[in-house]
């Protein structure tokens, strides 16, 4: 059975309860409860992470070498200025699907730089929390076909 790794970064951890109007009303326990529930439904395993620290995320990675198959990542801010992230994907060759609730392409200039795009399989930004189902598809898909 696949397993992949939902890692998400700093202040993720928040959702829910501000800002609202951004990045919606449900909270990162209820998106990792979904994670798990489409995993069942899909076959495969994921195990959540969540970390505040650039260099937690970076040993989160590290440590998924050898734990997992994949990983999806929703590097929060650190998308857009983390070259240690970028490296830490290139060092582990696993597939990552890069993954954002808001439309980061349609926001302020700054967050439409991601040093994890040239890294990443793909990218899915824009559908809230739906979108970490999709990445899970997305990611399942890869796999198969590789
Ligand atoms: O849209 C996304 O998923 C982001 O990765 C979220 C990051 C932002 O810096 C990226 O540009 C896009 C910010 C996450 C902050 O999350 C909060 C949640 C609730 C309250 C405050 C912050």
């Known amino acids: 059975m696949k397993s992949l790794l939902i890692l998400n970064g700093p202040n993720l951890n928040l959702l829910g309860t501000r800002q609202t109007d951004i990045y919606g009303k449900v909270s990162l326990a209820d998106i990792e409860a ?73 926001r302020e200039e700054f967050r439409h730089k991601s040093f994890i795009a040239p890294v990443a399989v793909g990218q899915i930004c824009g559908f809230g929390p739906a979108g970490y189902g999709l990445a899970i598809e997305a990611m399942l898909s890869h796999l198969e076909q590789a």
């Open 34 to 106: 979904m994670c798990v529930q489409k995993a069942t439904v899909s076959g495969c395993k994921v195990i959540c992470q969540q970390s505040n620290f650039e260099g937690e995320l970076v040993e989160a990675i590290h440590a998924a070498r050898n734990r997992h198959d994949g990983i999806i990542l929703n590097a929060g801010a650190y998308t857009h200025t983390s070259v240690a992230l970028m490296d830490a994907i290139s060092s582990v060759e696993l597939p990552v699907v890069e993954l954002h609730l808001s439309n980061i392409h349609a």
